[in-house]
């Protein structure tokens, strides 16, 4: 089930909050329980069978965590460590089973020339995620950041919560934990909640989709042995380029939105990544609940920076690598990760120096550096057969002279969404706030104006939604 669906928005969300908000707030544990059955529900909508899985694993790591933090108070250290691997063997096992198994004999296949038949086994939606979030708990509580928790249906609470649960952000139990015992959901925070969704519902819809219109269409033209020409097919790597970030950006407001109506803060996800000035900048802007992840939990364990710079360039290759297989069980986003690898390692050698020394006016330099090495790799991202993409790539340098007529159409009928794509993909939401916080005299006022504009984008969002049967989800590889 998805956010941008009418049996989301229609039936699921409304009876969830209707039974949710029968129950009095004080009675903590059983609006666990009905978020967990909802949570359950919503997972299963699509493939029932696969919530066996998420079962086992809530299982697995609520026994573990229990007997890692047993072995922890009696200073069974080793014990301790002998759980933890063993817990992060039956997640990654869980996880490799089902998301790379045909990965690894198409490899096989293809390195061998053996014909080994593929298992055909489907990938359960949002698995990457919740994995990450259990091994996130069990590896706190042995660090012992975190108490394991005695209460399964807690537990299965914070793992299973339909908000993030398919799309993240990747919560860390430790920043909901207090949330998970005791929270509230005045007005106030359900005013806040309802304006996120309706502004990241929007920005999936009315952006997402329409960007997704446009890459597909010159897409299909490369991949149908077209030759678009540069003009056209750096017009599709940007449009997909404001449909990867309106449409995860716009799950990832739902999301907390969402959270904020039942009471519980999620961190943000994204921070207006494309007006970063250089890669660093970038990953620290998107996706920054993974980026979190992997540094707390892969690349300061391998030792960071504190073991030289040798060392470091490994330990950056390692995440990076690993960052890209999370995203696909594909040789493309493996491509996409030591390529990212490379530009940090860069940017920390000596790139960061030198773009630090330009002076103010030339600071559109790094925009525009930045702009263009995330627009590359998001194609690099996108195409997972190789042919296709060594031809998009020629394509965007210059291969082939293109057809002016067809690019002159794009240009004119798709350059309205294009803009305003690039406007919204700017902090703009947040300065004019601040105007409108100076300007208007009173807050009436500012709130009559939101809840106006905020009204027209949510039907707006639902009509698109309700006309349109294109609505893609982009998740479904994670």
């Avoid at 229990?66 to 759980?83: D, H, L, Q």
């Avoid at 398919?166 to 909640?193: C, F, K, M, W």
């Avoid at 970030?245 to 803060?265: C, E, N």
Wanted: include cysteine.
């Amino acid at each position: 089930m998805l956010f941008s669906s009418s049996v989301f928005l229609m039936v699921f969300l409304p009876l969830t909050l209707l039974v949710y908000f029968l129950i009095p707030g004080r009675f903590v544990m059983a609006r666990n329980t009905a978020l967990l059955i909802a949570s359950l529900v919503f997972y299963g909508w699509g493939e029932p069978k696969y919530i066996l899985v998420m079962l086992v694993s809530i299982l697995a790591n609520y026994v573990l965590a229990i007997a890692i933090g047993k072995f922890r108070e009696e200073s069974n250290t080793s014990m301790a460590r002998v759980m933890l691997i063993l817990d992060i063997l039956v997640n990654l096992g869980l996880l490799g089973f089902f998301k790379y198994t045909d990965f690894i004999i198409e490899t096989v296949n293809s390195l061998s020339g053996a014909d080994l038949d593929l298992l055909g086994i489907a990938l359960p939606i949002g698995i990457s995620f919740y994995t990450f979030q259990t091994m996130s708990y069990v590896i706190d509580v042995y660090r012992g950041k975190v108490e394991s928790q005695k209460n399964i249906i807690t537990l299965a609470t914070y793992i299973t919560l339909f908000p993030q649960l398919i799309a993240g952000p990747i919560v860390r139990y430790s920043d909901v934990e207090v949330q998970l015992r005791n929270r509230t959901s005045d007005l106030e925070r359900i005013t806040e909640g309802i304006k996120r969704f309706v502004i990241g519902f929007a920005k999936k819809v009315l952006i997402a989709n329409q960007m997704a219109v446009i890459w597909e269409e010159i897409y299909a033209m490369v991949e149908g042995g077209e030759n678009p020409g540069a003009a056209l097919v750096w017009m599709g790597a940007v449009a997909f380029t404001f449909q990867i970030y309106f449409d995860f950006s716009g799950y990832s407001d739902m999301a907390i939105g969402l959270g904020k109506i039942l009471g519980f803060d999620y961190l943000e996800n994204f921070d207006h990544p494309y007006i970063s000035r250089s890669i660093t900048e970038f990953w620290r802007r998107w996706h920054m609940s993974l980026s979190s992840w992997f540094k707390e939990y892969v690349y300061i364990p391998l030792g960071g920076n504190r073991k030289g710079l040798p060392r470091q360039i490994v330990n950056i290759f390692i995440v990076w690598a690993l960052t890209g297989l999370w995203h696909g069980a594909s040789w493309n986003f493996v491509v996409w990760g030591v390529y990212y690898g490379v530009l940090l390692i860069i940017e920390k050698l000596f790139l960061l120096k030198l773009l630090d020394k330009l002076p103010e006016k030339l600071v559109f330099i790094k925009h525009v550096y930045t702009l263009f090495f995330v627009i590359l790799g998001w194609v690099i991202f996108n195409i997972t057969d190789f042919s296709v993409l060594g031809k998009y790539i020629a394509l965007m340098f210059g291969a082939g002279a293109g057809n002016a007529a067809v690019t002159m159409y794009y240009l004119k009928s798709r350059a309205f969404l294009m803009i305003v794509a690039a406007v919204c993909s700017l902090p703009l939401l947040n300065k004019i706030d601040e105007l409108m916080d100076k300007k208007l005299m009173f807050y009436t006022t500012k709130d009559m104006v939101e809840t106006f504009v905020l009204l027209i984008l949510f039907i707006m969002s639902v009509a698109f939604l309700v006309s349109g049967s294109y609505n893609p989800f982009l998740y479904f590889r994670f």
